[in-house]
């Protein structure tokens, strides 16, 4: 068994960048997640690991930092917050059009503009549906706890590594802020340069003579080009899809009503399934572990059992338009969130479901 | 008189052998045509460049970053590693690959819309930092790639496709000297403004372009050169009248030399 601690869930993203082995971390201060960085300046995991540390100028430079370092082959990462985030957007389409393998983190807070720094999930649609110009995707991950916030670090580098594309991990200020035991993985080493060299040849490390010269861009002007380019992009989004879709299900065996939720909305949709089957009600949970590539094909598969399906979002309503993509009108498919920063509970998420589902027509 | 052609007299084969060969093109170059329009001193300045690198023999630990801007393709045509950065970040893309291989050289490449408009911030902050890189800056006065639009370095009055009557400084701002403004920052090591527009000068430039990459080897900082360049396309000129031009328009309001040497400051 690893180390047992007890952190919070941005003090868990930090400790599992060191032990992840990665080499920098390029960030700046925004509230809810601004502990990442101070985590990482305290513990000063150059000393430790020779992991670089720096705290940029913006957002736009701390992600172009991640593009440099990343497009080297190293491992880089940088975290921030939704108005960050969207500062960023720009260097995730390059980093994307480029394929350069880095992760990113998003404790999501509450918007639009500089909104709140309360907990919010709308901005599921910039993760999953671009954010940048152009046809991208991130991989996009979903903790819903502070376990997992480590443990998705780890995760992230070895997806973002694995298909050369950038990895999401789409927390919100809950997951960020709240304390919970965390069993961390061992140190792993960094990479060395001749390891790099050896396991990524298209990284930029210095053109030796026996190489072609690396070139690391998202240019080509030619149209048929970068079509081709595209559906390269493509081919691998679909492998993607195919290999990586990640989901929990609790209690869908016999449900006859569904929650769908995912993050900070999932650990509360968990406890409305408890109350509800206290209540002799057939309720179950749909997870999304990953946002992109989202779970279509099992929601499609369990909306063939089921009278209705709750999504229950600290949103407006974003990822319901995923979930009624993969049902198809099949079954009832409504929304019940919060917006604007507020944590709904478990009670409402309750009568929302007997109202809005199970009574509703 | 009777025709005589030039082949006739002079047989080509003879001329190129071996014992006769006086310069070749550094190998860091590629083959390909470059999109340089004729006369512009972006050739020049990617060419001694590239030689600096094969002279101190650090083309295989070098790895460059391209702009957004005429300069875009430089990756065409300089034969070593690069990254292309997207509009002004190539100090910030510079500064998270050299923090991560200290030991490797890294240099950027960008002109004045790119690195004194778009990219003024991560310019600014990469120089404050000292970043231990080589930025080679090269100033025309105006956006070429684009068609001719006014930079932050046009000169007041100019013309261009988007100041058609002339840069008016009342609002348009007056032209942004940004090589001064870094020269204040601490992090710089060596500051100097070059040009390539004459023999005399080219062999100027590629000293100073040496000497920053030497800066870098000794981990010394940051190394900023500024070459005023001219952009005959943009200018609408020909490449000896806008070369003409620069001297007595460009050159006196960005006075050619070093403006800081080893940390200090050379002139007021």
Known sequence: ?361 | MEDVKIEDVIKIEDIIKQENLVFSKTKNLTDKTMSFCPGCGHGVAHRITMEVLEEMGISEDTIGIAPVGCSVLAYEFMNIDMQQAAHGRAPAVATGLKRVYPDKYVFTYQGDGDLAAIGTGETIHACNRGENIVIIFVNNGIYGMTGGQMAPTTLAGMKTSTSPYGRDVETMGAPLKITEVVALLPGTCYVTRQSVHTPGNVRKAKKAIRKAFENQKAKKGLSFIEIVSNCNSGWKMTPVDSNKWMEENMFPFYPLGDIKDEFKLLQK
């Open chain 1, 1 to 361: 068994m690893g180390e047992l601690r007890l952190m919070k869930g941005n003090e868990a993203i930090a400790e599992a960048a060191i032990r992840s082995g990665v080499d920098a971390y390029y960030g700046y201060p925004i509230t809810p997640q601004s502990e990442i960085l101070e985590y990482l300046m305290s513990e000063e995991p150059y000393k430790r690991t020779g992991m670089v540390v720096l705290q940029a100028e913006s957002e736009i430079a701390s992600v172009n930092m991640v593009y440099g370092a990343g497009a080297g082959g190293k491992k880089a990462m940088t975290t921030s917050s939704s108005p960050g985030i969207s500062l960023m957007q720009e260097g995730l389409s390059y980093i994307a059009g480029a394929e350069i393998p880095c992760l990113i983190v998003n404790v999501v807070r509450g918007g639009p503009g500089l909104g709140t720094i309360q907990p919010s999930q709308s901005d599921y649609f910039q993760t999953t549906k671009g954010g940048g110009h152009g046809d991208y995707r991130l991989i996009a991950l979903a903790p819903a706890s502070v376990q997992e916030m480590s443990d998705f670090v780890k995760l992230g580098f070895e997806l973002a590594f694995k298909y050369r594309n950038p990895v999401m991990l789409q927390a919100d200020g809950v997951i960020g802020q709240m304390m919970e035991k965390v069993e961390l993985f061992d140190q792993m080493p960094r990479l060395t340069d001749q390891e790099i060299i050896a396991k990524y040849p298209w990284a930029t490390t210095g053109k030796p003579k026996s190489r072609e010269r690396n070139i690391i861009t998202s240019l080509d002007l030619e149209a048929l080009k970068q079509e081709e380019f595209n559906l390269h992009l493509q081919r691998k989004y679909k492998e993607v899809t195919e290999n990586e879709t990640r989901y929990e299900l609790v209690n869908c065996e016999d449900a006859e009503y569904l929650l769908v939720a995912y993050g900070s909305s999932a650990r509360i949709s968990l406890k409305t399934v408890q109350l509800a089957r206290e209540k002799g009600l057939k309720v179950g949970l749909v997870r999304p572990i990953t946002l992109w590539p989202f779970p279509s094909k099992i929601i499609s598969e369990l909306a063939d059992k089921v009278k209705g399906m709750l999504c229950v979002e600290m949103s407006a309503g974003q990822m319901i338009e995923d979930v009624i993509l993969a049902t198809l009108g099949k079954t009832k498919v409504l929304h019940y969130g919060r917006l604007g920063g507020v944590i709904p509970s478990p009670d409402e998420v309750l009568v929302a479901l007997e109202t809005q589902i199970i009574g509703g027509k």
